[in-house]
């Protein structure tokens, strides 16, 4: 627990603002990363241990018998596997309702900004959580990016000017000389979120697939860890982690 000059000590560019603080909790084993930095390095590593990405190819379906997936319709043809993971994020539910699997993963809309930087000492040094609207301003290199809200409206990803005013304020509120609001880029994605909270990790009744989705707020956060639990999972042998709650069959008694 921080008072009022313990958040300005841990973010200096707050002693500006610092009257309108009432006190921080400061959480020191938290840590802010950049994703898209994350994924290209670990699709390089990836490559080198022989994986193959087919990108800018449409996924168009699932060919399946009674009881295994049989190949994926693409764009470029059926492609063929021994195992298949569903890790579609909130487009899961899509791709396998015509296989009779009522996939609880449903869209929350969250909208970001990313600014600029042009004053770095008066842009957060980490990430600083505004709890008077649920907004996370971060600090990536020489940019600040401004998330939050969640906004059901199904696969929309329409970008509202009145989304972006919230964003625009919070960042003003606290950091008002970090960043060039005028060289912004607005930007909106979609959580997958289950009703409960935790993501589904695990198999379906189509004994070849198995799923790792509905994520929610922490896709990245959990990535590696889901990674490691399906591939436990799939190869035979027990996770570190009791991935029982995490199954599937925990909906079969509401989604049959």
């Not at 996939?103 to 930087?117: E, H, M, N, Q, R």
């Not at 912004?184 to 004994?207: E, K, V």
Request: net charge neutral.
């Amino acid at each position: 627990m921080l008072d009022r000059d313990g958040c300005v000590a841990a973010e200096p560019a707050l002693a500006g603002v610092k009257d309108k603080i009432a006190g921080g909790l400061r959480l020191p084993q938290d840590e802010t990363g950049d994703c898209h930095m994350f994924t290209q390095a670990l699709a390089l590593e990836a490559e080198k241990l022989g994986v193959r990405f087919a990108f800018n190819v449409g996924i168009e379906g699932l060919n399946a018998d009674a009881t295994r997936i049989t190949g994926v319709a693409t764009s470029t043809g059926v492609l063929q596997a021994d195992a298949y993971v569903l890790a579609l994020g909130s487009w899961s539910p899509r791709l396998v309702r015509p296989l009779g699997i009522s996939l609880p993963v449903y869209p929350v809309k969250g909208y970001s900004i990313t600014v600029p930087i042009t004053d770095a000492e008066a842009a957060p040094l980490s990430t600083v959580m505004d709890e008077s609207y649920k907004v996370a301003i971060t600090r990536l290199g020489n940019r600040i990016r401004v998330g939050g809200t969640a906004e059901i409206s199904g696969y929309s990803t329409k970008l509202y000017p009145a989304r972006r005013a919230t964003l625009d304020h919070s960042l003003t509120d606290l950091f008002p000389r970090g960043g060039d609001l005028a060289k912004a880029t607005f930007w909106s994605g979609l959580r997958p979120m289950t009703p409960d909270g935790p993501p589904i990790i695990g198999a379906t009744r189509y004994r070849n697939l198995h799923l790792n989705t509905g994520h929610g707020t922490l896709g990245w956060t959990m990535a590696c860890g889901s990674g490691r639990v399906l591939a436990d999972l799939m190869s035979g042998r027990k996770p570190e982690v009791d991935a029982t709650e995490l199954a599937f069959s925990r909906y079969d008694h509401r989604f049959g």
